[in-house]
């Protein structure tokens, strides 16, 4: 029997009025009904993360970073994660710095575990965001999935909790069984030998 992989949802917008928690909602309803995860939302608005970092960073001095207290139960769930799923919105062209921020404080949190995306914007949909996401996160050694999902115009295209597309759930679908295929074979190579590497 195939073990369900332990997912976090990470809600990247910590903005007033923000989108990102139902566009959470919504992939996380997607990632119970797929059946391969225990889901995880992690809402970054909830969590202390300062912008401002200490000198040395875990690769000089040990994985002792001190985050403050109110990153500890962030941190934990990042930790115990075999998947990501980082919902995000489009700024400028980018991702949000909440999101660059929490990235910054943890490094081996993210290393050869899978990651996904799924991002909401304008006519782009997200889609910038997403690619700055993706060079990010390879340089800390995690496996960034092809196939994502992104919602242009959300601000008309989403009704009562849902995408107004009805292909937005296949797609979903085609997405997760990607990300739950990684976290079970990353998890194994995990388990049989250390990365190599890492930072």
Do not use: C
Not at 3 to 19: A, D, M
Not at 82 to 99: G, K, Q
Not at 160 to 172: E, I, N, Q, S, W
Request: charge should be negative; aromatic fraction near 10%; proline fraction near 7%.
């Amino acid at each position: 029997m195939t073990q369900h992989s332990k997912l976090v949802v990470i809600i990247g917008s910590v903005r007033e009025r923000r989108f990102g928690p139902v566009v959470a909602d919504w992939v996380a309803a997607q990632a119970r009904t797929h059946g391969g995860f225990e889901v995880t939302i992690a809402d970054l608005a909830a969590a202390d993360i300062p912008l401002a970092l200490p000198a040395a960073p875990p690769k000089f001095a040990g994985d002792d970073y001190p985050r403050p207290a109110g990153m500890r139960d962030l941190t934990a769930d990042l930790e115990q994660a075999d998947a990501f799923l980082i919902v995000t919105p489009e700024y400028n062209h980018s991702y949000p710095a909440s999101l660059k921020a929490l990235i910054d404080w943890h490094f081996t949190q993210w290393t050869a575990k899978p990651v996904a995306f799924v991002s909401y914007g304008g006519a782009a949909g997200g889609r910038h965001a997403v690619l700055h996401l993706e060079n990010v996160l390879t340089e800390l050694h995690a496996v960034t999935i092809r196939d994502g999902l992104a919602f242009p115009d959300y601000f008309t295209s989403w009704r009562d909790g849902a995408p107004g597309d009805d292909a937005a759930a296949g797609y979903a679908k085609t997405m997760l069984e990607q990300l739950s295929w990684w976290s079970q074979a990353l998890r194994a190579a995990r388990a049989a030998s250390p990365y190599p590497g890492g930072v």
